[in-house]
């Protein structure tokens, strides 16, 4: 757990310098509120405080990043709580949770405040005059925006989505350090590169390859939410299963949903389908 917040430093100071001190109240409240949740749960349960594996930690700053900056205190208070106790202890604790705890906060927060959670500004802004992500302005507006500013971070978006660098150079971390095993990671991209290649050819408004993998919360979902090692699969082949089926479910949101983001949504959806995947991607034993 250590080394995966290690890996989301990057984005967390990209986060801090694009929105300051929106940022860094989101940041702190949803850490703390996370390790207390964590500790009065344990404490009700009897159980051996789990604060140092820095679980609850993670889950909070996971759940921060994932955040819009204008969000609320109350929300980021109330998502963090229900993420500990529902997205995680619900279920029995560390390792027997279904769902990503930090993605549950947040579909919780996005059904309770939906307003809320699709209000952004962009970075560097004094005031709170909202502005569209670059996936809803491509979308809803047929507004390209440019790719360096996707890249480097200069568009709004969640705190920790914005800056494309800092996530990539964290995923390398964590796939280098081997936290996180390659081929989710790989066959989501794959597959999103190829599935929006595809579009691209029929119809350039649909946006090109690197718009889709810089833009929105594919990054962050793909190294730091698909990878999992308790949510999803445990098998080889289940885990192509996982990338590219979360990677088409994604490109179909974005482009034929209703929604301009499905990041949030298809990796739970996968989570869900996970123990079915093992179970029908399990090797065959040897001489059985």
Known sequence: MRQVIIALIPATIAGLILFRIRAALLIVICVFVSIATEEVISRIRKKPSTITDYSAALTGLLLALILPPTTSWYGAILGSIFAILVGKHLFGGLGMNIFNPALIGRAFLMASYPKMLTTYIKPFAADSISCATPLALNKFSQIGTPLTDLFFGGVSG????????????????????????????????????????ILYLTNNAYGSPLFHILSGGLLLGVFFMATDPVTTPVTKKGRYVFGITAAIM???????????????????????????????????????
């Open 158 to 197: 969640s705190i920790g989505e914005t800056s494309a660098i800092c996530l990539i150079v964290g995923g390398i971390y964590i796939l280098i350090r081997k936290i996180a095993d390659w081929r989710i990671p790989v066959s989501m991209l794959v597959t999103t590169i190829v599935f929006s290649t």
């Open 250 to 288: 994604i490109m179909v949101i974005r482009v034929f949903g209703g929604l301009s983001e499905g990041v949030m949504y298809s990796i739970l959806f996968m989570n869900a389908l996970t123990p079915l995947i093992n179970r029908y991607t399990k090797p065959k034993r040897f001489g059985a």
